[in-house]
Each structure stands twice: as structure tokens, then as C-alpha cells.
């Protein structure tokens, strides 16, 4: 049966609301990657979704075709019918909904304000803050409370988490010593979210991963 409230209020806005920095005005870097993950995982677990190999062999394709019921998954569903078959995820999440796109939706919800400065004095820049109906606070202290291994959290409470963990951003502040009995608990917690769910959050974790990588290499 379909969840109504997961339908009402994608994950994928749960997710930007999170990363939004309501000081700076801007996302988390990797943000449309999040999205995409966000996407891909709820349509997965609405029953949506199959996915099948592995790491970079990951493939999602359409069981059902049925919509959602709301624009942004059926986009993301539709793109992935489009393919007509199994299409790697490495290839699909750079055609999924982005983050902008989302932050537009959550704009006319009245979740979150426009508007834009001067960087540097010169240079201008959008920026986007959340409103008290964005629930922010809420939302960062599940995933803070899940992070921690304070609560034992439900479904999406562990969807989202799962999500917002991919990259470097959620674990970046964390003293040397702290991230591998932290990283143990993040995958614990991922593991619960399904096989498929856990799968596509793993291979985009470790495309950011690579590209983070990448660009510290072309720096040094």
C-alpha cells in the first residue's frame, strides 16, 4: 500500500531542508546527489523500483509504472522508464530532479526564502534559508539524534539519515579518532533500510567519494 505521507512530503525535500545552511544561504557541495539518492531510494522502497548488481554495476528499473503522485518522483520515475530496461545509477542520477529544483518547490511551499548578495562585493549569489514551516530544526535533530546512536529511529527516519550521510558533510566536523565508530554505526543504520535502498546509497556514497578523490588529486 502506498504511504501516503511519504508521497505528500517526499524525502528529497526532508533532505535539502537538512543540508540547507540557514547562516550561508547555501546546500551542502553534492547536494543534487543526495537528491537523486533521495529519489531513488523512495521510489525503491514505494515499490516502484528494482535494483539489481552491485557497486558500479548497480541498476535501477521500473517494476511498476503506476505514479506516485507527486511531480517530483513521477519525474524521476519517468526518467528512469525512459531507459526501457535496467540503466546503471552511476548513468541516472545526473538526470533525476536536482537540488535546485527541489529548493524551487520548497520556495512556493513558503518552507524557505530567495534571495540574493554580493560575494566579494562583486560577484552575486542566490541564497536560500529556511522558514519555521521547513521543521528544520526537527528534521536535523532526528538525523543528529540517529548520527549519535541516541534513538533507535523509524523508517524514515533511517531513509533520511541514510542520505544525508552520503559524502563528507554530515561526518565532517567529527575529531580523527570518532569516524570509524561513527562510520560502523551510519552503515549499521544504512543496512536496516532495505537491500536495494542500502545498495543505492552505497554506490552514490562512493561516487562522491571518488570525486572528492579526484579533486584532491588535480589539487596537489
Not at 540557514?22 to 539518492?37: D, E, I, Q, R
Not at 563528507?168 to 551510519?186: D, F, K, M
Request: no cysteine; aromatic share 2%.
Amino acid at each position: 500500500m502506498t504511504d501516503r505521507l511519504v508521497v505528500d512530503r517526499p524525502l528529497a525535500l526532508d533532505a535539502v531542508v537538512v543540508m540547507l545552511s540557514p547562516t550561508k544561504g547555501t546546500l551542502w557541495s553534492h547536494a543534487n546527489l543526495v537528491v537523486a539518492a533521495a529519489l531513488l531510494v523512495e521510489l525503491t522502497r514505494l515499490g516502484r523500483l528494482t535494483v539489481t548488481g552491485s557497486q558500479q554495476q548497480l541498476e535501477v528499473a521500473v517494476h511498476d509504472p503506476t505514479p506516485v503522485g507527486d511531480d517530483l518522483l513521477d519525474e524521476a520515475l519517468r526518467t528512469v522508464g525512459a531507459a526501457d530496461g535496467p540503466i546503471r545509477v552511476t548513468k541516472v542520477i545526473t538526470m533525476l530532479p536536482t537540488s535546485d529544483q527541489v529548493l524551487d518547490r520548497l520556495v512556493a511551499e513558503g518552507a524557505v526564502t530567495e534571495g540574493s548578495d554580493r560575494k566579494f562585493g562583486l560577484f552575486k549569489v542566490q541564497r536560500h534559508r529556511p522558514t519555521p514551516a521547513a521543521g528544520r530544526d526537527a528534521l536535523r535533530s532526528t538525523v543528529r539524534a540517529a548520527f549519535k546512536g541516541e534513538t533507535e529511529p523509524d523508517s524514515r527516519s533511517v531513509m533520511l539519515f541514510s542520505v544525508v550521510d552520503i559524502g563528507p558533510n554530515l561526518r565532517g566536523g567529527l575529531p580523527s579518532e570518532r569516524r570509524p565508530e561513527v562510520a560502523r554505526q551510519a552503515y549499521a543504520i544504512r543496512d536496516t533500510i532495505g537491500e536495494g535502498e542500502s545498495a543505492l546509497v552505497s554506490t552514490i556514497d562512493e561516487v562522491v567519494r571518488r570525486a572528492n578523490a579526484a579533486a584532491r588529486d588535480s589539487i596537489g
